[in-house]
């Protein structure tokens, strides 16, 4: 299980890069690192993988789903998150966002083009399945 989350986390990263290295792309990627995978015996079925990621000034994620919960929260700087259907928010240190199982994170950006920004992300999710989606 622990090769398939790294798996899965070496993928997040894959797209954040592929991202910032198409062409005519300037945009930093985003610096992805697992900091934990647990099972959880009283949810059958389910993990929590914990993720720090930081935004490097100017860093944008691409358009994807996590097919989980998501839960993040702002350690440093300030960020800009968003789902189909709903307006961005601006988020700063001490604050909080939820993503869910079906939300497409349409946005989500350092909202600095100076400073870098990090933050935590919980992430409950089916056993085995990919941390991240991208979407067309």
Not at 57 to 62: A, E, I, M
Not at 86 to 91: A, K, Q
């Amino acid at each position: 299980m622990r090769t398939l989350a790294l798996l899965t986390l070496s993928m997040l990263v894959f797209s954040c890069v592929a991202l910032a290295d198409a062409p005519g792309s300037a945009k930093p990627a985003a610096v992805v690192k697992e900091l934990m995978t647990q099972t959880l015996p009283d949810y059958p079925g389910k993990e929590v993988l914990m993720l720090s990621v930081e935004y490097p000034p100017g860093s944008v994620d691409p358009v994807h789903r996590h097919n989980a919960h998501a839960l993040v929260y702002v350690l440093e700087g300030s960020i800009v998150m968003g789902v189909g259907g709903s307006e961005p928010v601006t988020l700063t240190a001490g604050q909080t966002f939820h993503e869910g199982p079906d939300d497409v994170h349409t946005i989500g950006r350092n909202a600095s083009d100076t400073k870098p920004a990090r933050f935590v992300v919980f992430l409950l999710k089916d056993i085995g399945k990919p941390a991240l989606v991208p979407v067309e």
